[in-house]
């Protein structure tokens, strides 16, 4: 493995790695890849669901009934103290300025109902949504810009399911580019910092920026290949390539100055970095690419996708900065590190010195009492667990406020909440909907069951409109009840629509955490054990993560509810977070962990284990705060789950750096001495 890691350092291959990369560059520029991964986003719930879920079958029913998938566009007018004969006439020129615009897949506007009140009325059409966004952003738009706010005390807002829709497809158009920048500028400032050189800088960032457009490449290629991919997982994409390149880049640089100071050819120090620091970098992008792949196994098409999306990231993000980089830095030399320029002879990190040295050794000092003080205070922060809800949902999932949330709400202060989006009920057999529609209308909750005449040999299609707004998780938790009741009429009823399309999502979501958590740390354990050749420290490393990944959920949640006033977390939430926060949490502990081992076989390991800590320290810290970093710009976007992933794994990665990695692991192996590499030779020699 060595050998082969070593091949971009070689005076020949070194071009020929340089000059691979700058093509396949300029190929996915050439190509257009980047917009064309975008374009190929999905970013409709209904694309989400797995293909056995009971929504599924509905949507697929009704497609067929209603010869294509719709979204219904609510157009909803209200004055608060009635409508006057003047908006009544600005509703009928509406309607026919409206139905004059010509989209393909859309249906006339029809007459307006009004409430019993007098103060709201609702038109509405369908579009055919085909699973091609503009087929519905494009006419929500228009009609936005005809018809929205007119003043003078009249609300009019463009709501319903399409309405949602566009805000959705809205929210994460040119959602990379923001990222992107936010990332890459908080990455420059943290690489000029960490190197104190106005020239180094821009190498391990070209390398990233490397690794970024080979990901878009890579990423169409999995989406023509039937990959789900939303606005979610491709900004998950962006801050993974980023955090995870830079890293890799900073952890190969330092070896790779160490070594400058031993050796004049930088070729040969090149060759001796990616020999000693690339077996540690390889198995921690492993670790977390095959613990994202797992994600592979999710029923949620959504999670789904992000698997092998982000596992293919991490990998790319390696290769850029194990062959790219390194014939990038062996082309231009020492100079580069200017004004800090590494010379053979310079003193460097030194493994009996310095403040991480210090850090260990007050930790040896006292280990059962260090190990004990921080066990206690992260377990207070997981009692922050029990703050954590699932309360976030498709309307109040947004950071800003979109015009379909408020339309919903004004639409909900004179009809049934869920009349902007009914419930789709499908009896299979014509003789019973007479009973069905009774069953349904006897469930609380239900305002209403009418028909939509609709049918065919499939069945006949009601539409129940709900007394709770159907994006809540009221109208979720209703949905078994409707199910139960619909099949007791007609046992092969189906029941569909906006609120069953979230119940089984959640559903589904719930089944991919209890599968793909133990799965997840069933992997980190194999791929801990044969790197470390040892099973007691494997499950060592793997207890301080788990513990760090609760206290960080748990933590995250009271911040979320008492500080940022968030109504609760997506369902998929704990289950992103604990791949990422026990993928990269573990593999901080790889980085110094190896290097501990390699310590160890020379000096034992109790000195092992201060001169790996003394020696990693600061580049591991140096990472860890650029990968924290790199997820926090998630804030930027206008997404409450996003917002709060990125803040989770922010805080985690930091949480890890300080305290799990540099106290609570030195603490246990400190306690637990030469029986850490059990059943390992390693431990007999000691």
Request: with cysteine; glycine share 10%; hydrophobic share 50%.
């Given at each position: 493995?060595?050998?082969?890691?070593?091949?971009?350092?070689?005076?020949?291959?070194?071009?020929?790695?340089?000059?691979?990369?700058?093509?396949?560059?300029?190929?996915?520029?050439?190509?257009?890849?980047?917009?064309?991964?975008?374009?190929?986003?999905?970013?409709?719930?209904?694309?989400?669901?797995?293909?056995?879920?009971?929504?599924?079958?509905?949507?697929?029913?009704?497609?067929?009934?209603?010869?294509?998938?719709?979204?219904?566009?609510?157009?909803?007018?209200?004055?608060?103290?009635?409508?006057?004969?003047?908006?009544?006439?600005?509703?009928?020129?509406?309607?026919?300025?409206?139905?004059?615009?010509?989209?393909?897949?859309?249906?006339?506007?029809?007459?307006?109902?009004?409430?019993?009140?007098?103060?709201?009325?609702?038109?509405?059409?369908?579009?055919?949504?085909?699973?091609?966004?503009?087929?519905?952003?494009?006419?929500?738009?228009?009609?936005?810009?005809?018809?929205?706010?007119?003043?003078?005390?009249?609300?009019?807002?463009?709501?319903?399911?399409?309405?949602?829709?566009?805000?959705?497809?809205?929210?994460?158009?040119?959602?990379?580019?923001?990222?992107?920048?936010?990332?890459?500028?908080?990455?420059?400032?943290?690489?000029?910092?960490?190197?104190?050189?106005?020239?180094?800088?821009?190498?391990?960032?070209?390398?990233?920026?490397?690794?970024?457009?080979?990901?878009?490449?890579?990423?169409?290629?999995?989406?023509?290949?039937?990959?789900?991919?939303?606005?979610?997982?491709?900004?998950?994409?962006?801050?993974?390539?980023?955090?995870?390149?830079?890293?890799?880049?900073?952890?190969?640089?330092?070896?790779?100055?160490?070594?400058?100071?031993?050796?004049?050819?930088?070729?040969?120090?090149?060759?001796?970095?990616?020999?000693?620091?690339?077996?540690?970098?390889?198995?921690?992008?492993?670790?977390?690419?095959?613990?994202?792949?797992?994600?592979?196994?999710?029923?949620?098409?959504?999670?789904?996708?992000?698997?092998?999306?982000?596992?293919?990231?991490?990998?790319?993000?390696?290769?850029?900065?194990?062959?790219?980089?390194?014939?990038?830095?062996?082309?231009?030399?020492?100079?580069?590190?200017?004004?800090?320029?590494?010379?053979?002879?310079?003193?460097?990190?030194?493994?009996?010195?310095?403040?991480?040295?210090?850090?260990?050794?007050?930790?040896?000092?006292?280990?059962?009492?260090?190990?004990?003080?921080?066990?206690?205070?992260?377990?207070?922060?997981?009692?922050?667990?029990?703050?954590?809800?699932?309360?976030?949902?498709?309307?109040?999932?947004?950071?800003?406020?979109?015009?379909?949330?408020?339309?919903?709400?004004?639409?909900?202060?004179?009809?049934?909440?869920?009349?902007?989006?009914?419930?789709?009920?499908?009896?299979?057999?014509?003789?019973?909907?007479?009973?069905?529609?009774?069953?349904?209308?006897?469930?609380?909750?239900?305002?209403?069951?009418?028909?939509?005449?609709?049918?065919?040999?499939?069945?006949?299609?009601?539409?129940?409109?709900?007394?709770?707004?159907?994006?809540?998780?009221?109208?979720?938790?209703?949905?078994?009840?409707?199910?139960?009741?619909?099949?007791?009429?007609?046992?092969?009823?189906?029941?569909?629509?906006?609120?069953?399309?979230?119940?089984?999502?959640?559903?589904?979501?719930?089944?991919?955490?209890?599968?793909?958590?133990?799965?997840?740390?069933?992997?980190?354990?194999?791929?801990?054990?044969?790197?470390?050749?040892?099973?007691?420290?494997?499950?060592?490393?793997?207890?301080?993560?788990?513990?760090?990944?609760?206290?960080?959920l748990g933590f995250s949640a009271v911040i979320f509810d008492v500080?940022?006033?968030?109504?609760?977390?997506?369902?998929?939430?704990?289950?992103?977070?604990?791949?990422?926060?026990?993928?990269?949490?573990?593999?901080?502990?790889?980085?110094?962990?190896?290097?501990?081992?390699?310590?160890?076989?020379?000096?034992?390991?109790?000195?092992?284990?201060?001169?790996?800590?003394?020696?990693?320290?600061?580049?591991?810290?140096?990472?860890?705060?650029?990968?924290?970093?790199?997820?926090?710009?998630?804030?930027?976007?206008?997404?409450?789950?996003?917002?709060?992933?990125?803040?989770?794994i922010a805080f985690g990665v930091l949480l890890d750096t300080f305290?799990?990695?540099?106290?609570?692991?030195?603490?246990?192996?400190?306690?637990?001495?030469?029986?850490?590499?059990?059943?390992?030779?390693?431990?007999?020699?000691?």
């Open positions: 493995m060595s050998r082969i890691l070593t091949l971009p350092a070689g005076r020949r291959a070194k071009w020929v790695f340089f000059a691979i990369w700058i093509v396949a560059f300029f190929g996915i520029s050439a190509g257009d890849l980047f917009t064309k991964f975008s374009d190929a986003e999905k970013n409709e719930s209904t694309s989400f669901l797995p293909g056995d879920a009971e929504s599924t079958k509905a949507l697929d029913v009704t497609k067929r009934l209603q010869g294509g998938e719709q979204a219904a566009t609510v157009i909803v007018y209200r004055r608060e103290g009635g409508l006057t004969a003047t908006d009544k006439q600005r509703i009928a020129s509406d309607t026919t300025k409206l139905n004059g615009l010509t989209f393909a897949g859309t249906s006339k506007f029809g007459e307006p109902v009004v409430s019993k009140d007098g103060t709201t009325a609702l038109i509405t059409n369908q579009i055919e949504a085909d699973g091609d966004g503009s087929r519905i952003q494009d006419p929500v738009e228009k009609y936005r810009k005809l018809v929205s706010d007119p003043g003078g005390g009249l609300e009019v807002k463009v709501t319903g399911p399409a309405g949602f829709s566009a805000d959705a497809i809205k929210v994460f158009e040119g959602i990379n580019g923001t990222l992107l920048a936010a990332a890459g500028a908080l990455v420059l400032v943290l690489l000029i910092g960490i190197y104190r050189s106005p020239f180094f800088w821009f190498f391990p960032l070209l390398a990233v920026i490397m690794g970024e457009a080979a990901s878009r490449g890579f990423g169409y290629a999995l989406t023509e290949a039937g990959v789900t991919v939303n606005g979610q997982s491709s900004s998950i994409l962006s801050v993974l390539v980023l955090g995870a390149g830079t890293d890799y880049a900073l952890l190969l640089v330092a070896r790779y100055r160490e070594e400058l100071r031993q050796t004049e050819d930088r070729h040969e120090a090149m060759a001796r970095a990616l020999a000693t620091a690339g077996p540690a970098i390889v198995a921690s992008a492993l670790t977390v690419s095959i613990a994202l792949l797992a994600l592979s196994l999710a029923k949620v098409n959504g999670t789904a996708g992000l698997g092998p999306i982000g596992a293919m990231g991490i990998l790319v993000a390696l290769l850029s900065q194990m062959t790219f980089l390194p014939a990038l830095l062996v082309i231009v030399g020492r100079k580069p590190f200017w004004p800090y320029v590494p010379h053979v002879g310079d003193s460097g990190t030194d493994a009996t010195h310095g403040a991480w040295r210090r850090i260990g050794e007050r930790v040896a000092a006292r280990p059962v009492r260090v190990l004990v003080m921080t066990t206690g205070l992260l377990v207070v922060m997981c009692f922050g667990l029990l703050n954590l809800s699932g309360g976030l949902t498709q309307s109040n999932s947004f950071r800003d406020r979109v015009e379909s949330v408020a339309g919903q709400e004004l639409v909900a202060k004179a009809f049934p909440a869920g009349a902007s989006a009914p419930t789709d009920v499908i009896v299979s057999d014509p003789s019973r909907v007479a009973a069905v529609t009774r069953a349904v209308s006897g469930v609380p909750g239900v305002a209403a069951v009418r028909a939509t005449g609709q049918s065919g040999p499939e069945g006949t299609l009601l539409a129940a409109s709900l007394s709770m707004d159907p994006n809540s998780t009221e109208a979720y938790d209703l949905v078994p009840k409707l199910r139960s009741a619909a099949r007791s009429a007609d046992p092969e009823a189906l029941i569909g629509g906006t609120s069953a399309v979230e119940h089984d999502l959640r559903s589904a979501s719930a089944r991919d955490t209890k599968l793909l958590v133990p799965l997840t740390l069933v992997i980190v354990f194999i791929i801990l054990g044969l790197l470390l050749r040892a099973i007691v420290a494997p499950v060592a490393l793997i207890a301080t993560v788990v513990l760090s990944f609760a206290a960080t500080v940022f006033g968030f109504p609760g977390s997506d369902p998929t939430f704990p289950l992103f977070a604990f791949i990422f926060l026990v993928a990269l949490g573990v593999d901080y502990n790889i980085f110094l962990m190896a290097r501990v081992r390699e310590e160890t076989l020379t000096h034992g390991t109790h000195e092992g284990m201060l001169r790996g800590l003394a020696v990693t320290g600061s580049v591991i810290t140096s990472a860890g705060i650029v990968l924290a970093g790199t997820f926090s710009v998630l804030a930027v976007l206008p997404l409450v789950f996003l917002t709060e992933l990125g803040f989770a305290l799990v990695r540099s106290v609570l692991v030195p603490a246990l192996v400190f306690v637990l001495g030469p029986k850490v590499w059990w059943p390992s030779k390693l431990d007999q020699s000691n």
